[in-house]
């Protein structure tokens, strides 16, 4: 059995850790770590799970849980992951972060976007972004993952299959994104309450969203373009449901390139062929945030706008899953060598 | 293997019984009939089971269906089950229906409350009410299982530990339920419209509700009454969420009954004790239905009002999954002697 | 024009104030004090009066405020009305309190169900309980209005018509109340969080809501009983909803006493006559809070369920509205002798 | 008073229609017509109206309603306004369309993503498209006017501010809009159905809505453009809100442009100085839907994007009301030469 520590196991992400792999048939959980409920038992923090998850939270003495524990998930707010993941590399852990603090090549990129100091910038080169469909092979030799942002997830599996193809202009995309509350986590704050954003949709830090610059690393790398040629504009929009983000993207197709609604479809189905979290959609189906709901699932969406000249793809996943702790669990099982999909693979629930 | 069939299964809960038995380890699908979508490729009619589920939807060939199955899951309207469940006796197969025709004892309460006439009352007997928590040994033995209705899951387990020992007014209970909109089925009405139930709660066939006779007949058996005893006053509400029902339940306890609250849990502690699904919550914690999102699970908060000499419970379960679906499989599990708990372990999702 | 201050304005029943009044034509607001957001020009606290409410959060300086004002509609918490009321009487001012501290003819009372000690027990035989359907009378005479809590406003209006006929048994009422989640305000706590109170419902302060002692008293009151002769259950619902109420009541018919739907729906018809803002619905017709959303109208659905002996009665108001903001206006208007239904006629919002 | 009829009353913009037009001090409501719902009660179609509008559902007998009516409203289905129109015109009635019959100035346009045919093209040059901010003057001369449809109201007031002046590139804009449920209407359709809508969001007609040559018309017009010049992608959303459009536009900037974001704004503010109903939003505030609810108020936040070289514009509009109801009352002040803000002024309803 893999001893698993979860440090920062009363937020969203961590309950939805805790919730796939409490079913994981190769994982035992080792300890559940939480500042604001040191000492409780971890049922009484998340009632649903009641008489089935047998923890209390343990305050965050990292030697000891580094110690008791085979793979660290990290769930903490971005600035905290540096002491974790340099007692896991000390100890010959392995760590995944669902934090920022390992995202970026560079450490300047980092400390610019996210205001604060990068503690650690050696061992940015350790660390493996880990969106599995693109960096298997990678993620599988890391010993520190750096797992996805959501509204990064959604945003590069859309575009992955035509990137450095000189079929549209990556500098330039546009990405309209649309994420559930739950991605504001379970922290405190007006524009999260219930009456604030039931029958409410709107944009936010427009222009200025941390992702912007990790969502231009992962897409300029793999179109063969540095990141300061980028010039993505990305606008996310709270939207009032719990779970989801569906990004929905707008492309140039580059000048003199004939390209059809079929021919980009089967790009993509190519592209993803042997995939089991990606889904090409049909011919005018498109995504809906509710078939990911819970799930690690991703569908996609793809057309051909010949009247501007233009691709829009759409995808839809389930930000706490493939969007944080799904695809957190994804990579543990890649390195450990498990069958990708153990404990992950079921079905959206809908409705 | 066993193999499967569930008849009427492009409705919410035949799309459950898809989502939960696709994951059962000893579980084949076989068959997927649907009037509506015949001829179609399953995971056309939901997407959410893009390349997961391989399957057309078939017509109503009852014969061949049942011949190719070793269980039968009926999720049609009430009055169409009989010709499946002759069929399923015929060929020495095991049925479970998930609608009203088998739940009564006695036809003639079947015909009032439903305004129609039973075509095999014959077969009543041979019915087992699958509640598992309270009859499982009958289940065991059964041929033909009548899967409880989603309000009577919650009211009866709301109860039960109670009933029949001199504590409350078994005759005389209030039960104030409150069910999420999917309870209502795919069928198209104008008050199951997103933009008539969100924002909404409204009570509906107030003394009239098909699920008034079959909470009598249940209480009535377990308390030692007679059901025409029962003056149970049972008051349903539209709410709006996806999913989930909350049954709070009003008793009178019984004159000179002295129970204290700590009492009363310990009642329903020793009642439920080793139930996997059913939990009964700490002083002061009231169930929330998010908790048992997706989920087989059952939540129940008891106190004694010692001001007004009432005891008030409040259940919480996932209309869809312990009210339908996920219990159809508990009882399948059974049925075949296998973990009762297989494919609907899984803890609610939350948020 | 009458000169208006609202103290405590930057709260939900604060903003719904300035809202409906902002459209009075014969009123004029001139105070909104904020203890959070003093020196802030209002719009800024909430966006959608940009361009259209031109004034500042003040600070709470009570003896100038109350100097500038013909009437104070008090928005704050429990347990600092009393300075204000008393500066109020000195200066001759009306004020009209949507808080509890003067609602309740005991003191006693009020510091037992509110855990806390009341400052001028003398002044509470002044308040009148602005409930004007059942004290239009009293409330024109009032120099202090005490108005109802937004669940005994639905509560009592539900009953009041039956009460002290020798019909029902008042003392052992059953009120299962279910409330959007404006109702807990605009303060910050994680039941209030969107992602935790979407989809889902759940009782709270199950026996121990300070409600009911208001509630008792008034329906004791009309019903010639004494309060602690009462013992109503009164359980409330948190609903994943902004706006509503729905109060459904379950009443014990006394013995002897027979009486059908229609004649009772005639009783609240009659009683309800000529009121403008109360509704009797038609038989087989429940009350959806969506028909109330946003405004002063209360809908009411009764039935005589004669198979169980008692009455059913379902009440749906606007908890922001008539349960607070607009039913506080409708006591401005009588007390200024205005058509009663200034500012606050509009119907519900629907869809 | 000015007499008016409503044609298709019993649909949500027939409702919302009612709603306000029952307050409104200059108006009568004569005439409510309903296919559906001929000879039944208004109020008990809404019961939110009850005791309130005193008229019964009318069949659709062209002549005579026109006849008894100043003013029509036309809230059917796009294809059935001609007849109406021809009539109105006959008997010099005012009429205002809410469909897309009278929008387009060609009726190629039309019959081309309409599908259908227009059968009183020669009546096109008649009407004129009715979005007061752009186009008062006019609309205050017409006979028949073309409301504008929900979509475009809020895409074009996002960029009319900048349009020809050689900021932006017109041709190539890229609107990615969402939208409340209610914008489907009432009918009967599997994806408005609660459980499908809620807890999701999905594009939808994805270049192919009707409303895309709407946009292009009414932007190539103030661009100086051939609306055939035009390349605008426009991707509607089904967001999970009963009302509300976010219009978020994404224009390029012209090369050689400066412009800085306080530059932007206080173009807009200056285009919009003295409406009434529209605001333009400080330097990082970006609209909400919830703003405007009930309201006739559209909100708009902007933003130089310098690091791509583009202006980001967000639009909120409630689309039943400024995008459909409230814009066509708006429309009958003027066209009758009353204060234009009569009945529709009152602020959004938050929370």
Redesign the interface.
Known sequence: MIRAAIVGATG?TG?ELV?LL??HPEVKLVGLTSQQYAGQPYE?V????????DLHCSPQHIEEIVADADVLFLAVPHGLSVPWVVESLRQGKKVIDLGADFRFRRADVYEKWYSTHHDAPELLVEAVYGLPELKREAVAKARVVANPGCYPTASVLSVAPILGKGIINER?L?I?A?S???GAG?K???P?????????????N??KHRHIPEIEQEIAERAGLQADQM???F?P?L??????I?A?V?ADIQAGVKITTDELRQMYQEFYAGEFFV?V??EG???????????N?A?I?V?V?E????I?V?T?IDNLVKGASGQAIQNMNILFGLPEKTAI???????
């Open positions: 969203y309950a919730r409490s079913r009484s998340f009632h649903h799970f009641a008489d089935q998850v330039r546009i309209d649309k559930g509350v739950s379970r405190l704050n007006t999260s309450l219930y009456a604030e954003a039931n029958e409410n949709i709107n944009a936010y427009v222009g010039a993505i504009s606008t929009h939207t009032p449901m719990t779970r989801g569906l929905t707008y889904h959609m049909k189906v498109w995504p809906h945030t509710k078939w990911s709901y819970g799930s699932h569908f969406g057309t706008e009247r501007t000249g233009r829009i759409s839809a693979e079921a079905p959206g629930m809908f409705p």
